[in-house]
């Protein structure tokens, strides 16, 4: 089994550069794509703005979210190993304590059964009520996304391949999905080739990029089958890919990392839609929204309301979209916003914000 760990390579963290691009008070307005509906790179722009938030930012908060394939309630994993839970209308509705202090990655299966992928390779999984109920290994680094039948696929460059199969028991069943040739350094290759997984509601399994110079989406049938590959891109892209490249052209020999260029992805269980969350400028968009063929129907930018003004939300981690409601997680804050939210497109008046910020992250492995 290939991972970083195997070749000793320490992680030192995410470092999160956020700057702001206009002094404070100058307003900020959205740009609109002027190409026709549904081109991969440009779409149609939604401004939607909300005041509800359903978790306070905390400066020691680490925190993922993911959607019940039910969608009966909403996930959240804090820093102190507890996943906290709220229904569909975001009320809370329980903390469930946990001792998963190093996960890296959560999802949910039909039973509202938690999974945790941890920084030591294991999978485990807790009922609703916080007891373990099975561990199994897996590989390093790996994103997950339980299927309707019980099946677990890891999403994890190992083996040459990016998609692993598990049975719900911890049986390796099948591996796929090539990895992608990048750079001629091994580790820095393998590092470029890590992703998202989400499942749809058919069983369909997409692999989302993370930190591919060229980022794309494949989608899989629940066996392993290629069904499309497309690119993403647009002006938040565009604007990450540079930042991506520099760092590229600049790393060191003895060094190993990489710009974060899509930061994640979910599935709408009712349209199966696949929503990318990216890193952007207060200028462009961070949501954006596809079919299942991989067109891109629309982007959207957020603005985080407070009695203060307005802020463009730069940073979405991570996303949960259930329906007309979008939940949004980001500086450990977790935003609830729903499409009626929408304040506008390109080119409104109302499309600004007080502070007009920018954000990009890089990660970073060393240690040869």
């Given at each position: 089994m290939t991972n970083l760990r195997r070749f000793g390579v320490l992680t030192l963290?995410?470092?999160?550069?956020?700057?702001?691009?206009?002094?404070?008070?100058?307003?900020?307005?959205?740009?609109?794509?002027?190409?026709?509906?549904?081109?991969?790179?440009?779409?149609?722009?939604?401004?939607?703005?909300?005041?509800?938030?359903?978790?306070?930012?905390?400066?020691e908060k680490k925190s993922l979210a993911a959607p019940t394939k039910t969608g009966q309630y909403a996930l959240s994993l804090g820093a102190d190993g507890s996943v906290t839970a709220f229904d569909r209308g975001g009320k809370f509705v329980k903390r469930i304590p946990l001792s998963a202090r190093d996960a890296r990655a959560l999802a949910v299966d039909s039973s509202n059964n938690i999974y945790l992928a941890g920084a030591d390779s294991v999978l485990r999984v807790f009922n609703f009520e916080g007891r373990q109920l099975k561990e199994f290994p897996i590989p390093d680094g790996g994103s997950v996304g339980v299927l309707s039948d019980g099946n677990v696929v890891v999403a994890a460059p190992s083996g040459g391949k990016l998609l692993h199969l598990f049975s719900p028991a911890g049986e390796p069943l099948s591996s796929f999905a090539d990895v992608k040739a990048y750079d001629a350094d091994a580790r820095e290759n393998e590092f470029l080739n890590r992703g998202k997984?989400?499942?749809?509601?058919?069983?369909?399994?997409?692999?989302?990029?993370?930190?591919?110079?060229?980022?794309?989406?494949?989608?899989?049938?629940?066996?392993?089958?290629?069904?499309?590959?497309?690119?993403?891109?647009?002006?938040?892209?565009?604007?990450?890919?540079?930042?991506?490249?520099?760092?590229?052209?600049?790393?060191?020999?003895?060094?190993?990392?990489?710009?974060?260029?899509?930061?994640?992805?979910?599935?709408?269980?009712?349209?199966?839609?696949?929503?990318?969350?990216?890193?952007?400028l207060s200028t462009t968009a961070t949501l954006y929204e596809y079919d299942s063929s991989g067109v891109k129907l629309r982007e959207y930018a957020l603005l985080g309301a407070s009695p203060s003004g307005s802020r463009n939300i730069t940073h979405?981690?991570?996303?949960?979209?259930?329906?007309?409601?979008?939940?949004?997680?980001?500086?450990?804050?977790?935003?609830?916003?729903?499409?009626?939210?929408?304040?506008?497109?390109?080119?409104s008046a109302r499309n600004r914000a007080k502070a007009g910020r920018w954000a990009w992250d890089v990660f970073l492995v060393t240690g040869r």
């Open positions: 963290g995410l470092a999160s550069v956020l700057a702001a691009m206009f002094h404070s008070g100058t307003a900020a307005s959205y740009k609109q794509g002027s190409g026709k509906r549904g081109r991969p790179g440009r779409a149609p722009l939604t401004v939607l703005q909300s005041s509800r938030k359903l978790l306070e930012a905390s400066p997984v989400v499942v749809g509601p058919s069983d369909e399994i997409y692999l989302v990029s993370v930190y591919a110079p060229l980022p794309y989406v494949a989608r899989f049938t629940e066996r392993g089958a290629l069904i499309k590959e497309f690119i993403v891109d647009g002006d938040a892209v565009a604007f990450q890919k540079e930042k991506a490249d520099g760092f590229l052209a600049e790393r060191k020999p003895n060094m190993t990392g990489g710009v974060t260029v899509i930061n994640s992805a979910a599935v709408e269980p009712a349209t199966g839609h696949l929503w990318v969350a990216l890193n952007g979405p981690k991570d996303i949960i979209v259930d329906g007309a409601s979008i939940r949004v997680l980001s500086w450990g804050e977790l935003y609830d916003f729903n499409q009626s939210d929408a304040v506008g497109g390109a080119g």
